[in-house]
Protein backbone atom coordinates (compact mmCIF):
# COMPACT_ATOMS: atom_id res chain seq x y z
CA UNK A 1 0.00 0.00 0.00
CA UNK A 2 2.65 2.45 0.90
CA UNK A 3 4.49 1.44 -2.31
CA UNK A 4 1.77 2.19 -4.67
CA UNK A 5 1.00 5.58 -2.85
CA UNK A 6 4.88 6.56 -3.24
CA UNK A 7 4.37 5.53 -7.10
CA UNK A 8 1.00 7.36 -7.51
CA UNK A 9 2.40 10.71 -5.62
CA UNK A 10 5.36 10.06 -8.10
CA UNK A 11 3.39 9.64 -11.43
CA UNK A 12 1.40 13.07 -10.17
CA UNK A 13 4.47 14.74 -9.68
CA UNK A 14 5.36 14.47 -13.21
CA UNK A 15 2.32 15.05 -14.50
CA UNK A 16 2.14 18.78 -12.87
CA UNK A 17 5.91 19.12 -14.04
CA UNK A 18 4.97 18.33 -17.51
CA UNK A 19 1.54 20.21 -17.56
CA UNK A 20 3.84 23.46 -16.23
CA UNK A 21 6.44 23.05 -18.74
CA UNK A 22 6.65 24.99 -22.18
CA UNK A 23 6.77 21.75 -24.56
CA UNK A 24 6.55 22.74 -28.13
CA UNK A 25 8.56 19.62 -29.62
CA UNK A 26 10.96 22.34 -31.40
CA UNK A 27 14.74 21.78 -31.49
CA UNK A 28 16.36 24.15 -29.75
CA UNK A 29 19.71 24.97 -31.12
CA UNK A 30 22.93 26.27 -28.61
CA UNK A 31 24.54 27.61 -31.99
CA UNK A 32 22.63 31.63 -33.17
CA UNK A 33 24.12 33.51 -36.00
CA UNK A 34 22.90 36.69 -37.01
CA UNK A 35 23.63 39.35 -39.93
CA UNK A 36 23.01 42.85 -39.24
CA UNK A 37 22.55 43.62 -43.12
CA UNK A 38 19.56 41.06 -42.94
CA UNK A 39 21.36 38.18 -45.31
CA UNK A 40 23.00 38.26 -48.68
CA UNK A 41 22.86 41.61 -49.56
CA UNK A 42 25.92 42.99 -51.09
CA UNK A 43 24.77 46.01 -51.41
CA UNK A 44 25.00 46.92 -47.63
CA UNK A 45 27.62 46.23 -45.48
CA UNK A 46 26.80 44.01 -42.67
CA UNK A 47 28.46 41.91 -39.79
CA UNK A 48 27.43 38.14 -39.17
CA UNK A 49 28.10 37.59 -35.71
CA UNK A 50 27.89 33.36 -34.29
CA UNK A 51 29.43 32.25 -30.99
CA UNK A 52 33.08 31.36 -33.06
CA UNK A 53 33.31 35.59 -33.99
CA UNK A 54 32.49 38.00 -36.07
CA UNK A 55 32.32 38.31 -40.07
CA UNK A 56 32.43 41.42 -41.87
CA UNK A 57 31.82 41.73 -45.30
CA UNK A 58 34.78 42.84 -47.15
CA UNK A 59 35.99 43.90 -50.60
CA UNK A 60 38.34 41.17 -51.83
CA UNK A 61 39.56 43.44 -54.78
CA UNK A 62 38.00 46.52 -56.56
CA UNK A 63 35.27 44.51 -58.74
CA UNK A 64 34.83 41.35 -55.61
CA UNK A 65 32.99 40.89 -52.48
CA UNK A 66 33.20 38.60 -49.49
CA UNK A 67 29.52 38.45 -48.58
CA UNK A 68 28.79 37.05 -45.57
CA UNK A 69 25.62 35.87 -44.38
CA UNK A 70 23.63 32.91 -42.13
CA UNK A 71 22.35 30.04 -43.28
CA UNK A 72 20.00 28.41 -40.77
CA UNK A 73 22.44 29.06 -37.59
CA UNK A 74 25.56 28.91 -39.60
CA UNK A 75 27.14 31.15 -41.39
CA UNK A 76 28.51 31.30 -44.73
CA UNK A 77 30.75 33.26 -46.95
CA UNK A 78 29.65 34.06 -50.67
CA UNK A 79 31.99 35.60 -53.36
CA UNK A 80 29.82 37.84 -55.24
CA UNK A 81 31.20 40.01 -58.18
CA UNK A 82 30.26 43.61 -58.13
CA UNK A 83 29.37 45.29 -62.00
CA UNK A 84 30.19 48.81 -60.42
CA UNK A 85 32.94 48.14 -57.89
CA UNK A 86 33.43 47.28 -54.32
CA UNK A 87 33.90 49.90 -51.91
CA UNK A 88 33.70 49.46 -48.02
CA UNK A 89 32.59 46.22 -47.61
CA UNK A 90 29.99 46.58 -50.12
CA UNK A 91 28.61 46.22 -53.91
CA UNK A 92 28.37 49.88 -55.49
CA UNK A 93 25.04 50.48 -56.87
CA UNK A 94 24.33 51.85 -60.43
CA UNK A 95 22.54 54.93 -58.81
CA UNK A 96 25.60 55.50 -56.69
CA UNK A 97 28.23 55.40 -59.67
CA UNK A 98 25.80 57.52 -62.21
Known sequence: ??????IIASLMAISLLLVSCNITGNAVSPYTCTDSDGGRN????????????SFMDEC??????????CKGNVQRLETVPCGYGCEKGAC???????
Open 1 to 6: MKRMML
Open 92 to 98: VSYFAKY
Open 60 to 69: RDAKTLHENY
Open 42 to 53: PGVQGTVKNKIG
